[in-house]
């Protein structure tokens, strides 16, 4: 790895399993024996709001948290969501994003011009089509394993760290069913 | 030993365990909750949640001189309901180590303020240490045990809310203490009960004990010199050493584990090696004004901001505008120009709360709310929510506009509280309503757990924090106790719109003070619930 410190900003909204996803890969940072920190907030701000993960990793990382500018890749479960911390993003970022729109809350229309406000301003921006991703794995309910294989498959971490990460952390019994659909993730990627 | 990726709260939870700890006590607070959730789950402690931080504190307090490691935690503004007993707590002492866990939020991510505690330890003259990450979030809980005994003292630890929610890598201790053998109370009048004859006596060895802790703090491992550049030397503690190290990684920089008392010899020694001083502290300059207080020239809040929190920018702005630009450059950032909607958050849909603040809405009465989820009652589509200010303030602040307004007032006030949020603090205001015959009607928001912290029981949930089944608080009989008449008592359904509206009309027209419980478990658990049955 070039850099010192490489940094995952993962963003959606509350419920979309963010808070799993973010842990699996820390530890599969972890696991492939770097310092690896992640910073996420929990209570009032969860209900239903935007929700973050920050996730860095590297010989030694410092802040749990990631400046401006400074994410390698924006990783963002919702279209809104992605725009709202594109600032996070700079012009060698990786923005990697699902097509899945979320209205918020009192919102009667969801706001147009989401996609080509992206393709305009991000250098390398992958859309994750759900629909297609869901066809590829057997089991909807482990589409966010299967999320975690495409970002897999743009950083560079051994897939036994992977192996053991998801296995620390999906209910027993059902590894080899998430384990599947990450390598499904992959292929997609 | 294996490594772990822990949060802070995981870390002071497993760092209380190898400690020995023997006993936990605490109330659920964002962000301190998961500290207590993670002791229950090691073998040998006990664990409770008790109704509030004050009850929590002193039970600790009980255990602690009798001779058990006790463990209490909160967040930041549960210290201000323990603070009676932390005051004299620091008199009276200890037998076995009594720390105090207690997390600030800055930023008020899940608070209605955002008060720096520090000053807590030095108003209530007691010790305090600031962890950077979990592995220190660990080590210092054990250390945290060892000064307490050493010095006699309850010990509080300060976390953040990125101490507590970050998870970073820590390696366990290969072997946790064992010794965790039934203790015995031994009489110690002189010392443990606090009339003033006995108390004066304690004052002085509080002092004694202070000067003590100020020389040996020069000699604790945890504050420690990294030399660097010596153009800039920065003071710093907590989170803010991660961001001072990000942003600035050349300057020379004294770490500080314990942040009351402070190592002055440290500090005037550090001074003295750099050309200038800046002090790197979020929220109060609690560091910067002591440290003035020395008579040394230091630097902070003239530069870095006195509210919200800090970040490795906000650190390396200030710095660069002065001159200091070896660290970090500007990063060129990515701007979004499309309008966005804000997505604020928001009561779950199917929330049980719904109904209630839809109908209060719409009979447009004066609302005083409280601390819980229902707090959102405030935002739209309801805005049925008028005051919000500390835990079981709807009940009494209700009694003041009332009071105030006098008998020809044309709105009634409604005071709405959650079934957590009554218990902790809503009995002495409902018995404060009834003895001085005010006439408010009151609603207990019932969902059957702390839903806003993430799921604790409570003494309404019939369940103690390891699940194991206990009493309920009968409303009826409690409301009939205090003095309020059995016909101003309901209880309702929270799914049902109807019901709700008669009884919120019924009882404001009878002009006396009333109780009505909404009844309807949180969606959440019931989710839960349903998924593992």
Request: proline share 5%; glycine share 8%.
């Amino acid at each position: 790895m070039a850099k010192a410190v490489y940094s995952i900003l993962m963003v959606g909204v509350g419920g979309q399993g963010i808070i799993l996803a973010s842990d699996i890969l820390t530890l599969a940072a972890m696991h492939s024996g770097y310092d690896a920190k992640k910073s996420e907030i929990h209570g009032m701000s969860q209900r239903g709001g935007s929700v973050f993960s920050h996730i860095r990793y590297g010989a030694k990382v410092y802040s749990p948290t990631i400046s401006e500018g400074e994410a390698d890749i924006l990783f963002s479960l919702e279209e809104m969501e992605t725009l709202r911390w594109l600032n996070y993003a700079g012009s060698g970022s990786i923005v990697i994003t699902l097509r899945t729109q979320i209205k918020p809350a009192m919102v009667e229309e969801y706001p147009e011009g989401i996609e080509e406000e992206l393709r305009k301003k991000c250098g390398a921006l992958k859309y994750l089509e759900p629909e297609q991703l869901k066809k590829d794995i057997e089991n909807v309910k482990f589409f966010n394993v299967a999320l975690l294989g495409v970002l897999a498959e743009y950083v560079n971490l051994p897939e036994d760290s992977w192996k053991r990460a998801i296995e620390e952390r999906v209910p027993r019994g059902s590894f080899e069913d998430n384990f599947k659909a990450f390598q499904a993730g992959r292929k997609y990627a | 030993m294996d490594k772990l990726l822990l949060s802070g709260n995981e870390a002071i939870a497993l760092g209380a365990f190898e400690a020995g700890v023997r006993v936990g006590t605490g109330y659920p607070g964002t962000p301190s909750t998961e500290i207590l959730e993670n002791l229950t789950k090691y073998p040998g402690v006990y664990t409770e949640w008790s109704v509030n931080e004050k009850v929590a504190l002193e039970v600790a307090l009980g255990a602690a001189i009798t001779g058990a490691r006790s463990l209490v935690t909160m967040k930041h503004v549960g210290l201000n309901v323990a603070a009676d007993p932390l005051f004299t707590a620091s008199y009276i002492g200890v037998k076995a180590g009594l720390v105090i866990a207690c997390a600030d939020d800055p930023n008020m991510h899940s608070s209605q303020n955002e008060q720096d505690n520090r000053n807590y330890a030095c108003a209530a003259k007691v010790p305090m240490l600031e962890p950077s990450d979990s592995q220190e979030a660990k080590d210092f809980t054990a250390l945290a045990f060892e000064l307490s005994e050493r010095y006699d003292t309850p010990v509080i630890l300060r976390s953040t809310t990125r101490i507590s929610h970050s998870k970073t890598v820590v390696l366990p201790a290969p072997e946790p203490r064992r010794d965790r053998e039934p203790a015995r109370f031994e009489r110690n009048i002189k010392k443990y009960v606090m009339i003033p004859a006995y108390a004066r006596s304690r004052h002085v060895e509080v002092e004694k004990r202070m000067r003590r802790l100020e020389e040996d703090a020069n000699n604790l491992e945890i504050n420690r010199v990294e030399m660097g550049d010596e153009s800039i030397g920065i003071i710093t503690s907590g989170i803010s050493y991660n961001y001072v190290k990000e942003a600035y990684p050349e300057a020379s920089i004294l770490k500080l584990g314990m942040v009351f008392p402070l190592p002055e010899r440290i500090i005037e020694d550090f001074c003295s090696r750099v050309e200038r001083v800046f002090v790197v502290e979020e929220l109060d300059p609690f560091i910067e004004l002591r440290v003035k207080a020395m008579g040394i020239e230091v630097e902070g809040k003239c530069h870095f901001p006195v509210t919200g929190e800090l970040s490795p920018d906000l650190v390396r702005r200030p710095l660069q505008a002065l001159g200091f630009t070896a660290g970090k450059t500007e990063l060129q950032t990515l701007q979004n120009e499309v309008q966005l909607p804000p997505r604020p958050p928001s009561l779950c849909p199917g929330c049980p709360h719904r109904t209630v603040f839809k109908t209060l809405h719409k009979l447009g009465l004066t609302v005083t709310g409280d601390i819980g989820c229902y707090t959102l009652g405030a935002l739209p589509p309801f805005t049925s929510m008028d005051t919000c200010v500390d835990m079981g303030a709807s009940i009494t602040i209700a009694q003041g506009i009332e009071i105030a307004e006098g008998k020809d007032r044309e709105k009634h006030t409604v005071a709405v509280l959650g079934d957590s949020t009554f218990s902790h603090m809503g009995l002495p205001g409902l018995l404060n309503a009834a003895y001085n015959k005010r006439n408010s009607l009151i609603i207990v928001l019932d969902n059957g757990t702390t839903a806003m912290t993430g799921m604790q029981p409570n003494p309404l949930s019939g369940e103690r924090i390891n699940g194991e089944e206990t009493v309920i608080l009968d409303y009826k009989k409690l409301g009939e106790a205090v003095g309020i008449q059995s016909g101003n008592i309901a209880v309702v359904d929270a799914y049902k719109p109807g019901e709700i509206e008669e009884a919120i009309t019924r009882l404001v027209e009878t002009k006396a003070l009333s109780l009505l419980v909404v009844q309807g478990l949180c969606v959440i658990l019931r989710r839960r619930r349903g998924r593992r049955s």
